[in-house]
């Protein structure tokens, strides 16, 4: 096993999680069996319970773990499905820990950072990736010189002392900003960054430099100099127009001789598999345009499976896709006159109209409206989680008549609770991790258009809910039209929904976005932009 470690200095969102997922692409593409893991200081269990606008989507794995967004990054670079012990947290390490010290495993010592922390978070990287790969990406989240992590940087020394050199190397990411006044790359804020990360015993083998334009061939000798390292071992990672071209930069940088060299590799193969996906993606000529209703549209990163998804599925139909972001609050605000928001001109410009999961409240009426507008108006619409559930809401509302219809989650004493709890969740109260999360199969109906997007009458796709389709309702919608075509394999919780007569109406109980891949779109999306184009 051989560990690339990622770390990041100056400011976070630099994109440590692309890099190191890019990394992992150029090991996989040249014949290596690549695995990933992210490191989260924070000291959450995990991001379950966080805010979108305080760390972006909560992405769902196969094994029902709510993880860190970049987990998403790597199994679509990587073409692989990862579990919940590729992401450590603190909460992880130190709930292990005092379980181990309340257990009597460290009588008689005092138990202390190091080394009993340190060996936890080792011992966690290690049962993660072994027996797994040829090569584990660790990602260390954070920026060095933050309090919390502190311990996670003092294992990777630990763990550069255990290792044979050729088995261990560390990346770091900094910042080269150009002020406009003198138009110049500065490496102060790169060689401060190193600085801090020498007085944790560490030192950088590669020096990734996130900047404008590519780094100059000055600006590469001036860090390499300042920073100790050679100047092969600096690499631009300039802004790009995709996220999927960055493998190509990095390659180009001569990332792949270098990691060939210093890990003491034999590569074979080559990215061209991967540049001719990039090329699909940026090389598509019809443009199409996708409204997107949720209640955080003023941070991409709180949808990112989806628009990910998105162009998955626009590269295989030769698409562009636009997102026009449609804020479902204040949609809201607009219907109770309290603001002037002409979301019927953005939605009737768009060529498809999807509906993202969530939970609360706050924006669902914004997000009925909209379902209702792709209903009436047979624009293509596409509903996730949440989304699938208002699209019932909606259509019990204004098709059955059931004026009261709501969702219990939503409005505890709707008279028409055509969504309601999950009885298993009924006497739940812990927030975190209990919800009914990860794989799930689902039984798909012969004949179905669920049926012709998978080619399948199983499927397997990931969950993240708590409420369901109410059983007392379902005959009444498929009556009036609704039909699902989709169920659990108890054909209790309804799955998939389509709407008769309309030429795409589809919703999801699960979250299609998790499974899709470069070159390999969902079904569900891919259908969803075929329609787009008529």
């Given at each position: 096993m051989k560990y690339v470690f990622v770390t990041g200095g100056v400011m976070s969102g630099l994109g440590k999680g692309v890099t190191a997922a890019s990394i992992g692409r150029i090991l996989k593409s040249h014949g290596l069996d690549v695995t990933a893991v992210k490191v989260d200081p924070y000291l959450n269990i995990d991001p379950g319970t966080m805010s979108p606008y305080q760390h972006g989507e909560v992405y769902v794995l196969k094994d029902g773990s709510e993880v860190d967004l970049d987990l998403g990054n790597y199994e679509r670079f990587l073409n692989v499905e990862l579990t919940g012990d590729h992401n450590i947290t603190t909460g992880k390490v130190y709930r292990s820990v005092i379980e181990r010290e309340r257990a009597g495993d460290y009588l008689g010592k005092t138990v202390q950072i190091i080394p009993h922390v340190t060996d936890e978070i080792k011992s966690e990287i290690r049962s993660a990736v072994e027996d797994e790969a040829d090569v584990a990406i660790v990602e260390i989240g954070g920026t060095v010189g933050d309090i919390e992590s502190m311990p996670y940087l003092e294992a990777i020394r630990q763990m550069r002392n255990e290792l044979p050199p050729?088995?261990?190397?560390?990346?770091?990411?900094?910042?080269?900003?150009?002020?406009?006044?003198?138009?110049?790359?500065?490496?102060?804020?790169?060689?401060?960054?190193?600085?801090?990360?020498?007085?944790?015993?560490?030192?950088?083998d590669v020096i990734v430099g996130r900047c404008n334009a590519r780094l100059e061939e000055e600006t590469k000798e001036k860090i390499a100099l300042f920073c100790d390292v050679t100047v092969e071992a600096v690499w631009s990672?300039?802004?790009?127009?995709?996220?999927?071209?960055?493998?190509?930069?990095?390659?180009?940088?001569?990332?792949?001789?270098y990691l060939e060299r210093r890990l003491d590799l034999s590569l074979d193969e080559d990215l061209s598999g991967w540049a001719e996906m990039v090329e699909s993606v940026k090389g598509a000529e019809e443009e199409l345009r996708v409204a997107v209703v949720g209640k955080y549209v003023q941070l991409e990163d709180s949808y990112h499976s989806i628009v990910e998804s998105l162009k998955h599925a626009g590269?295989?139909?030769?698409?562009?896709?636009?997102?026009?972001?449609?804020?479902?609050?204040?949609?809201?605000?607009?219907?109770?006159?309290?603001?002037?928001y002409d979301y019927e001109e953005i939605l009737e410009e768009a060529d498809g109209v999807l509906v993202p999961g969530g939970f609360g409240s706050r924006g669902s009426g914004g997000k009925i409206e909209a379902i209702r507008y792709a209903r009436e108006s047979g624009k293509p619409f596409l509903g996730l989680c949440l989304g699938f559930q208002l699209a019932v809401i909606e259509f019990a509302r204004n098709v059955l008549g059931l004026d009261?219809?709501?969702?219990?989650?939503?409005?505890?004493?709707?008279?028409?609770?055509?969504?309601?709890?999950?009885?298993?969740?009924?006497?739940?109260?812990?927030?975190?991790?209990?919800?009914?999360?990860?794989?799930?199969?689902?039984i798909v109906m012969p004949g179905s258009l669920a049926n012709d997007l998978y080619g399948s009458s199983e499927v397997v796709e990931r969950h993240r809910h708590r409420y369901e389709v109410n059983p007392r309702y379902i005959a009444q919608l498929e009556i009036a039209g609704m039909k699902f075509t989709g169920k659990d394999e108890t054909a209790r919780r309804m799955e998939i929904l389509e709407l008769e007569g309309h030429p795409f109406f589809v919703g999801t109980q699960y979250h299609p976005e998790f499974t899709s891949r470069p070159g390999k779109p969902n079904p569900v999306f891919l259908g969803f932009v075929s329609a787009l184009g008529g």
């Open positions: 050729e088995d261990f190397l560390l990346v770091h990411v900094t910042l080269v900003p150009v002020l406009s006044v003198v138009g110049e790359q500065k490496t102060k804020p790169t060689q401060h960054s190193v600085s801090e990360l020498r007085e944790t015993g560490l030192a950088p990672a300039h802004d790009v127009e995709e996220i999927y071209e960055v493998p190509l930069v990095l390659n180009e940088e001569g990332a792949l001789e590269a295989v139909c030769g698409a562009s896709l636009e997102i026009l972001w449609v804020d479902a609050e204040r949609i809201e605000g607009t219907l109770s006159g309290e603001d002037e009261g219809a709501h969702s219990t989650e939503l409005e505890p004493g709707t008279p028409e609770p055509v969504i309601d709890v999950l009885p298993e969740q009924a006497e739940v109260d812990d927030m975190g991790g209990t919800m009914r999360l990860g794989d799930q199969r689902t």
